[in-house]
């Protein structure tokens, strides 16, 4: 009658690696790619106009927070152009400005700022656009909608709440 040998980890043997290891690794080295390239991670996971909005949330988000909190008023600045988006706050000097603007954040590529709409206010499709966030807390009402072929999101910075509301669709 022969021997049935069982695989221990760490020896070797003839007749190769398990199915199980295999697994193991290809899931290790999937994990650490995933993790370590960021660019890898942002092409398999989001799309562009996915980024973009998760950006602008953000950014709205800490501008809300940092008004509060330094008890100065920021301005989110928005090139339709040429799509960057920065912030600085209400009292920068012209040459801060500047510079704060050579770091801006830029939309992915086919990411486009379509219009944006401050209420009270016309519906502005070129140029650069301010949005204001009070050091009291509120934000102006705007509404901001971005595009991607086909896909849509629509973006509205209300006053009195702590999130900007998103929509995947033009609103």
Request: charge should be neutral; proline fraction near 4%; glycine fraction near 8%.
């Amino acid at each position: 009658m022969a021997k049935t040998v069982t695989s221990r980890i760490g020896i070797l043997n003839k007749r190769g690696f398990t199915l199980i290891e295999l697994t193991v690794v290809v899931f290790l080295i999937g994990l650490m790619l995933l993790i370590a390239v960021p660019k890898v991670r942002d092409t398999l996971l989001n799309d562009g106009l996915t980024s973009a909005v998760n950006h602008m949330v953000n950014t709205g988000g800490e501008l809300r927070s940092d008004a509060i909190r330094n008890q100065v008023d920021y301005i989110l600045r928005l090139n339709l152009d040429d799509g960057l988006v920065y912030a600085y706050p209400a009292d920068a000097t012209p040459e801060a400005i500047e510079d704060i603007r050579k770091l801006a954040y830029r939309l992915p590529q086919g990411v486009r700022m379509e219009d944006i709409y401050r209420f009270g206010g016309e519906k502005t499709t070129e140029g650069e656009f301010g949005i204001t966030f009070f050091k009291k807390g509120y934000v102006q009402p705007t509404v901001l909608h971005l595009a991607q072929k086909d896909s849509h999101f629509t973006l509205i910075f209300e006053p009195f709440l702590s999130r900007v509301r998103t929509y995947d669709d033009y609103r």
